[in-house]
């Protein structure tokens, strides 16, 4: 208003009545012919003779400018917390950037870097300063992130070849309200990565926590076999414990680890067991872990226990039924629970694993010895497969035999060698393999060993392992005359116990040459003679 009547005017601060009455005194000095302001300055304005007008504040302006001062302050603090926090939000996000060992470059809306950290200095070989500022395709010619900028698509895992090395690029666009507003990209050295894999895979396999088989590996075109796969197929499916049963060396380590990597666990470690090998005294602390100072030399720190190690993954129990029945208790629990308890710990250890048993006994005839679980056998008894023996898989033997040749030889030699190879597996067409793949792989490590001798040579030696069988016809005489050698009571459970007692005899007290002669399982050679009371 002053200044729209060309008035001069100007204005006097105070903070208490002494400095009002002194700014009263030096608005005189100044030449003032009126003086405007609050009842502070009234009083001395009119001791010095000064013209005053006075302006009163109302108690609702007080209370209204102390709320607008509150208000102020309020904004103020709120600002300066957004502040702060923006800081140290960009104080974390600098320390990611910089610290990380993945290479970072971000543009612009225009294609300009604006972001470059040390770990893509190193991978380019060029420095932050050289790129801030410079169109991204002056630096990288070749590069995702400009595309994925004016695309706005994201490029992933895409390989770059940069200054003779190769690189992996993830880039993916900035939108902001639909607008794009840049690209950032994650860089990696091809080699590091390629380095850093093969480091975990010999660590899994130093550790054999690492299924190499497939259901592909699995070699067989007999109708049992094909039931037997697809049935694997089924229960790979599902995350339920298996059961494999079969006879010793039928593969059931291979459609175990068949199983798992067909499953959803695959990427999870697979970690296997002989039961069988384990010292009985020491496979407690093996399944289940220990705390230090559990017992004399007992690891500093503790050891994790095989199902531990299972987690989230697969365990393979082979020859389950070799575990002492103290043990067995334990692995109930850990099966219901799901939780492990380590030896000399007050803790339990929450464990997710799929848990697949194989065994060459009949684990029910276990129970009724007393050495093995009825409980536990129901738990494990859940999928049930059964592996076929070699002598029930007929043209499957050859198709194996000359897989391992295949392996085993030289190409060019096993394109020389093979008719003979299969004139040798026609002479060994009537063999049984009571040792299964485990025997048969033998006799192919030795036949590829004698590849360059005579066949009569090979024929010597395949002899003798037919002489150390039973003599079939031996085996029919038994069968088609038993007068001969037997005293007929007339009562039949009389005749196959004086039969049975013959075979063992005959057998040097044999179990596994007695039930390969009369043609029946060693289990229920074993039901027989327990029924009959034959011990040997």
């Known amino acids: 208003m002053c200044g729209m009547l060309d008035i001069t005017f100007r204005r006097y601060r105070f903070t208490g009545s002494q400095s009002a009455r002194e700014g009263v005194r030096q608005a005189i000095r100044d030449g003032a012919v009126l003086g405007i302001g609050g009842v502070v300055t009234e009083i001395p304005a009119e001791k010095l003779g000064l013209p005053y007008i006075s302006m009163e504040s109302s108690r609702e302006s007080i209370i209204s400018a102390i709320e607008m001062a509150k208000q102020i302050r309020s904004i103020q603090k709120r600002d300066e917390d957004k502040r702060e926090n923006l800081k140290i939000s960009l104080e974390r996000h600098q320390a990611v950037i910089n610290f990380t060992r993945d290479g970072i470059l971000a543009v612009d809306g225009e294609g300009n870097v604006n972001v470059a950290n040390p770990a893509v200095e190193k991978l380019l070989g060029i420095s932050a300063r050289q790129m801030m500022g410079r169109p991204i395709a002056q630096i990288v010619p070749d590069s995702r992130l400009f595309s994925a900028l004016q695309s706005g698509q994201k490029r992933l895992d895409e390989v770059l070849r940069f200054n003779q090395n190769y690189l992996t690029v993830n880039a993916i666009p900035i939108v902001v309200d639909g607008r794009k507003k840049g690209a950032v990209a994650i860089i990696r050295d091809v080699k590091s990565l390629q380095k850093s894999e093969q480091k975990v895979r010999i660590g899994l396999h130093k550790k054999k926590l690492v299924a190499r088989h497939h259901f592909d590996d699995i070699i067989g075109e007999s109708e049992i076999m094909e039931r037997v796969v697809l049935k694997a197929k089924q229960f790979a499916s599902a995350d339920a414990t298996v059961l494999i049963t079969g006879e010793t060396g039928t593969g059931k380590e291979l459609f175990a680890q068949s199983i798992h990597n067909a499953g959803k666990r695959k990427d999870g470690p697979f970690v296997a067991i002989n039961c069988a090998s384990l010292d009985k005294n020491l496979m407690e602390s093996e399944l289940f872990g220990y705390e230090e100072g559990t017992f004399t030399g007992a690891l500093k720190g503790g050891k994790a226990g095989l199902f531990e190690m299972a987690h989230g993954g697969t365990i393979f129990l082979d020859e389950i039924g070799e575990i002492p029945f103290n043990v067995q208790a334990q692995l109930l629990r850990v099966l219901q629970e799901r939780e492990v308890r380590r030896i000399g710990s007050g803790t339990v250890i929450p464990v997710d694993v799929r848990v697949i048993v194989a065994t060459n006994r009949n684990l029910l005839e276990e129970i009724h010895m007393g050495n093995f679980r009825q409980d536990l056998y129901y738990r494990l008894n859940i999928l049930n497969l059964y592996i076929p023996p070699l002598k029930a898989r007929g043209e499957d033997v050859r198709l194996i035999a000359m897989s391992m040749f295949r392996s085993r030889l030289p190409e060019d030699e096993y394109a020389m060698m093979r008719e003979r190879l299969e004139l040798v597996m026609n002479y060994m067409r009537n063999h049984s393999w009571p040792g299964n793949v485990r025997e048969l792989a033998n006799f192919v490590e030795c036949i590829s060993v004698l590849s360059s001798s005579s066949f009569e040579e090979i024929k010597e030696y395949m002899d003798g392992i037919l002489h150390q069988e039973p003599d079939p016809a031996e085996d029919r005489g038994i069968r088609e005359e038993p007068a001969q050698d037997l005293e007929l009571s007339g009562n039949l459970r009389d005749w196959e116990k004086q039969l049975i007692e ?34 040997k």
């Open 502 to 535: 013959n075979a063992l005899k005959a057998n040097h007290l044999s179990t596994g040459r007695t039930a390969a002669q009369l043609g029946m399982s060693r289990s229920k050679l074993w039901r027989k003679m327990k029924e009959y009371g034959i011990t």
